[in-house]
Structure formats: C-alpha cells, structure tokens
T-cell receptor, first 117, second 108 residues
Framework: ETGVTQTPRHLVMGMTNKKSLKCEQHLGHNAMYWYKQSAKKPLELMFV???????ENNSVPSRFSPECPNSSHLFLHLHTLQPEDSALYLC????????????????FGPGTRLTVL | LAKTTQPISMDSYEGQEVNITCSHNNIATNDYITWYQQFPSQGPRFIIQGYKTKVTNEVASLFIPADRKSSTLSLPRVSLSDTAVYYC?????????FGTGTRLQVFP
C-alpha cells in the first residue's frame, strides 16, 4: 500500500464511450502524474501537475483530458478512445516541493487496466 | 537524460545474491541513477538512488564506479517475492524516463 489509490482497477469501454479514471493520494503530496504502460513498451509519462497546475503534457492526444481539482485528486477523462489506447494507466504522486528536484521520490498507485473495444 | 541499457532478463535461485548491471555511457554531471521495482499489474516502487560510490538501504545496495558509466543494483539473498521487473533510470529532475527494465525470475 503506497498511499496512492486508483479507481476503477479494471475498465472495459467502447470507442464511443466517455469514462473517467480517478486517482487519490493520502500522502500530503503536491505533485501528481499520469503514466501509460502499454504491453511490451516502457512506461510513458503523460501529464504532470504541481500544486494543481499542469506543468507537463507529453504530446498526449486530446481524447485524454486530465483534471486536478486539488492536490489530493487527479482525474483522467477519456472519450472516443482507440483500441491502441488499451493499457495500464498509472498515477503517481510526489512531494513536489521543487519541480526540478531529483530527490523527489514518486509513489505509484496500482493502476487501472483499460481495455478499449 | 542518460540513456540506460540493462539485460532483458535474469534468473536466480532463492537465497542467492543478484547483481543487475546497468550501462549509462552518456550520463551527465547532474544525472542521478535511480532504480524502481515493478510487480505484475502494480505500479513501480522506488528501491534506491545514488550519485556515486555506494548507497545501501534496507532493500538493496547500489554501486556506482568513479566514471559513473555503469551501476550495479545488488539484491542480497533474494526470495520468490523478488520476482519482478527492475528499472534503471538516469534522472536529472523530477521526470522519470523508464526503459524496458530487467525481468528477474527467482526460482525455489
């Protein structure tokens, strides 16, 4: 248990559906991250939020829309996804005191396994 | 950020010491070496981080020679529960750039 929870753990959706992934951290952190892990590919950073402000968008398609209403919650809104978007979506958080801090350890949640039909 | 190269897979037996070496020939002065562990269907977990020489914690040791072009993660007396993928990352900022990792399989 890392202090970062994600819901749902599994999600199956059609290409025309709209769904949202939720992440919550109980660590008092200020930075939150979304990563994507596809089969046989390295983890890819998608978005970074620091103190509720988006500081990184790693050229992610607009069908993925993040939302960070406060430092403890992070959402990833999904719409009109493609089958190739099927992957494990991981949320992480870190202290975020300094955006560029190399000592800022990231704590990951268990992920949401997304299947797009 | 430093590009890292590590073996795709390794096998070991319970009770043995496992050493996973990572190459990072183009490591920059400001880069740290960070290792994460990932079990199936779980998020990665931070193991250890270092800049040079040796770092040890309750889980592992990290050896980084003076030229910093490689590093070795040492897991003492592995158990079946250490079966996982281990990632070596060159890290300069808060951004983590994962590679394909080393899949460690521990046998009884």
């Amino acid at each position: 248990e890392t202090g970062v929870t994600q819901t749902p753990r599994h999600l199956v959706m059609g290409m025309t559906n709209k769904k949202s992934l939720k992440c919550e951290q109980h660590l008092g952190h200020n930075a939150m991250y979304w990563y994507k892990q596809s089969a046989k590919k390295p983890l890819e950073l998608m978005f970074v939020y620091n103190f509720k402000e988006q500081t990184e968008n790693n050229s992610v398609p607009s069908r993925f829309s993040p939302e960070c209403p406060n430092s403890s919650h992070l959402f990833l809104h999904l719409h009109t996804l493609q089958p190739e978007d099927s992957a494990l979506y991981l949320c992480a958080s870190s202290q975020g005191v300094s955006i560029q801090s190399v000592t800022d350890t990231q704590y990951f949640g268990p992920g949401t396994r997304l299947t797009v039909l | 950020l430093a590009k890292t190269t590590q073996p795709i897979s390794m096998d070991s037996y319970e009770g043995q010491e496992v050493n996973i070496t990572c190459s990072h020939n183009n490591i920059a002065t400001n880069d740290y070496i960070t290792w994460y562990q990932q079990f199936p269907s779980q998020g990665p977990r931070f193991i250890i981080q270092g800049y040079k020489t040796k770092v040890t914690n309750e889980v592992a040791s990290l050896f980084i020679p003076a030229d910093r072009k490689s590093s070795t993660l040492s897991l003492p007396r592995v158990s079946l529960s250490d079966t996982a993928v281990y990632y070596c990352l060159g890290r300069r900022t808060d951004k983590l750039i994962f590679g394909t990792g080393t899949r460690l399989q521990v046998f009884p």
